[in-house]
């Protein structure tokens, strides 16, 4: 595993080699799951370095461990990579303040920055490494020339050093025009706002868990804006929204050609949280509407978008073909559905359409265009948490009745 009359440089060779399949290996993964080339990983260039370290930790640990049993060598191999992993995390979160990647939707996951299907994956990898790949690439690596090697180690850490050195100011970039977005939110335009997003697109794709750490902040500085104006009147809009007082004739005129129709109607016989579809968009459209009023935005394309964000016409808790394969994801396919039925019945402006498309952003990787889409977004999470709220008393209540009899 170790060849003693090889010096530093080849090994550095070595090095970029395992760096370089490391990013191979991961942007086909990515690419293939998201169906468009993603750059992965840290750096700018073709290497992802925490493959080329947890390769050589591998290495180390099989010269060592070459008289051990083959069990026993798998789980030192997984120990070691899975606090790899787990260490990198950290010291991403700790350093750059950033969580680059997050497991915790996964079951056996520890502080979601290490989980056991991942670890088992990486055990199985290692040992094949260790079996195959790097016997044969060291064997290669050995015939090449001494001077040429030494030529191209020193060109590699040069290189190494500059894109890492750029890898670290785009993060700290990155963390400076969120906090610029979080401060100027509701005084920058529409298109300054997908400006700064897009400057950080290759950050986003390669880490998909930092479109969370965008959404959470500006959904906090919008929460900080609209707290002002929901807590005087949050009273007088549930009221409106349990329909015990009328809703405002501008709001009812905007959406009332929607309301009526005869396709849009039928979203009263499908269950969403704890009342129908047709409910829950009718109560996300309104809340949106005042907002959206209350901050000078459009509202009505607020309240026409977030009215036909859940326009799919089946039960999302089991649905199959024609309307939704059984195996595709509800919450990532049904945007596209309420589009495409939207637009079939409906004439639909820019806005709305964002609206709709991507109002289960973060889920969606591409971030809304339009502040009335953020405002969407929030105001479907914030109604979608009181109903889970409500519903989950409600059955809480239920139990405590039937023990008490």
């Not at 959206?292 to 607020?302: M, P, Q």
């Not at 973060?362 to 999470?381: G, Q, R």
Request: hydrophobic fraction near 45%.
């Amino acid at each position: 595993m170790l060849d003693q009359q090889l010096n530093f440089f080849y090994y550095m060779i070595l090095f970029a080699a395992y760096c370089f399949a490391g990013w191979v290996v991961e942007v086909i993964y990515r690419s293939l799951t998201r169906r468009k080339f993603v750059n992965a990983g840290f750096l700018f260039g073709p290497f992802l370095p925490i493959y080329g370290i947890g390769a050589f930790l591998v290495i180390v640990l099989e010269h060592v461990l070459r008289d051990w049993p083959v069990a026993l060598r798998l789980a030192a191999f997984g120990l070691v990579i899975t606090l790899l992993e787990y260490m990198a995390g950290y010291l991403s979160e700790k350093i750059f303040k950033l969580t680059l990647w997050d497991y915790s939707e996964y079951r056996f996951n520890l502080h979601g920055r290490v989980c056991l299907r991942f670890s088992i994956l990486w055990t199985l990898l290692a040992m094949g490494f260790v079996m195959v790949v790097h016997p044969e690439a060291l064997r290669r690596v050995a015939m090449l020339p001494d001077g040429l090697v030494q030529i191209a180690a020193i060109l590699f850490l040069l290189y190494f050093w500059i894109d890492y050195t750029f890898s670290v100011i785009s993060l700290a970039a990155f963390r400076k025009g969120v906090a610029y977005l979080y401060e100027e939110y509701f005084n920058l335009s529409s298109l300054e706002i997908e400006d700064i997003l897009k400057s950080f697109q290759r950050l986003r794709e390669a880490f998909p868990d930092l479109n969370k750490y965008v959404h959470q902040n500006i959904n906090r500085r919008i929460r900080i804006k609209v707290g002002s104006f929901l807590k005087p009147v949050s009273e007088k809009i549930f009221q409106e929204l349990d329909g015990r007082k009328p809703f405002e004739a501008e709001y009812y005129e905007t959406v009332r050609d929607i309301l009526e129709h005869e396709e849009f109607r039928k979203l009263k016989d499908y269950f969403h949280h704890n009342s129908s579809i047709y409910h829950h968009v009718h109560d996300v459209a309104y809340l949106s509407y005042r907002i959206s009023k209350f901050l000078r935005l459009d509202y009505r394309s607020a309240a026409r978008g977030a009215l036909l964000h859940d326009f799919f016409l089946y039960d999302w808790r089991n649905h199959d073909v024609p309307d939704l394969p059984r195996e595709k994801f509800h919450g990532l396919e049904h945007p596209k559905i309420a589009v495409a039925n939207a637009k079939k019945y409906f004439s639909l402006n820019d806005i709305e359409e964002d609206i709709i498309r991507k109002h289960m952003w973060p889920l969606t990787l591409v971030p809304p265009k339009y502040k009335e889409s953020y405002i969407v977004s929030f105001a479907d999470k914030y109604l979608s948490s009181k109903e889970f709220i409500s519903e989950y008393k409600k059955r809480i209540e239920k139990r405590r009745s039937k023990f008490s009899e």
